[in-house]
T-cell receptor, first 116, second 110 residues
Framework: DAGITQSPRHKVTETGTPVTLRCHQT?????MYWYRQDPGHGLRLIHY???????DKGEVSDGYSVSRSKTEDFLLTLESATSSQTSVYFC???????????????FGPGTRLTVL | TQLLEQSPQFLSIQEGENLTVYCNSS?????LQWYRQEPGEGPVLLVT?????EVKKLKRLTFQFGDARKDSSLHITAAQPGDTGLYLC??????????FGDGTTLTVKP
């Protein structure tokens, strides 16, 4: 158990509204990730963080922003939600075995977001 | 962009049968992971393979990394209903980022 929680677990919102998803970890891991999972697309990286206030874009970052003001919290914000952002969002941390060469991911339970 | 193709996309078998899932790419990876995901939960790491030709066994699951570190397979012997789930492979590139395959949905019927 990597001690990762996500909130909320489920959210329904309307197009054009801002949405923030929270990922919280309890084990002081440096690397944190946000993925989205859609049928037929597997897991796709949105943004990741390699330390407090250090973040970078993934392959599907358009329409998303992130912030990390504390080691334990990584926030994902949809500034103006669209229906195409309906998805299941997973937060992950990088495990300590093997570092970057292994990049073993430990995932939270996910947030199911529906944008109407 | 590094791509990983998994096959088959769906697999439905009877309890006790054997099966193999494949993960293929044209790219070389520094390592490759296999994950299993159950409905409503996040993926759970099963194994990491690092060396070309490496074989790892986890009870009834056998994982193999291709000699050129471009592909991998997962073989399950005598499948059980508890093996049901989505199996994902993920290759790690030079920048330390993971590329996930689209997954294989396995259903094992009692």
């Amino acid at each position: 158990d990597a001690g990762i929680t996500q909130s909320p677990r489920h959210k329904v919102t309307e197009t054009g509204t801002p949405v923030t998803l929270r990922c919280h970890q309890t084990e002081n891991h440096r690397y944190m990730y946000w993925y989205r999972q859609d049928p037929g697309h597997g897991l796709r990286l949105i943004h990741y963080s390699y330390g407090v206030k250090d973040t970078d874009k993934g392959e599907v970052s358009d329409g998303y922003s992130v912030s990390r003001s504390k080691t334990e919290d990584f926030l994902l914000t949809l500034e103006s939600a669209t229906s195409s952002q309906t998805s299941v969002y997973f937060c992950a941390i990088r495990g300590t075995s093997g570092g970057a060469a292994y990049n073993e991911q430990f995932f939270g339970p996910g947030t199911r977001l529906t944008v109407l | 962009t590094q791509l990983l193709e998994q096959s088959p996309q769906f697999l439905s078998i009877q309890e006790g049968e054997n099966l193999t899932v494949y993960c293929n790419s044209s790219s070389v990876f520094s390592s490759l992971q296999w994950y299993r995901q159950e409905p409503g939960e996040g993926p759970v790491l099963l194994v990491t393979v690092v060396t070309g030709g490496e074989v790892k066994k986890l009870k009834r699951l056998t994982f193999q990394f291709g000699d050129a570190r471009k592909d991998s397979s997962l073989h399950i012997t005598a499948a059980q209903p508890g093996d049901t789930g989505l199996y994902l492979c993920a290759g790690v590139g030079n920048a330390g980022k993971s590329t996930f395959g689209d997954g294989t949905t396995l259903t094992v019927k009692p």
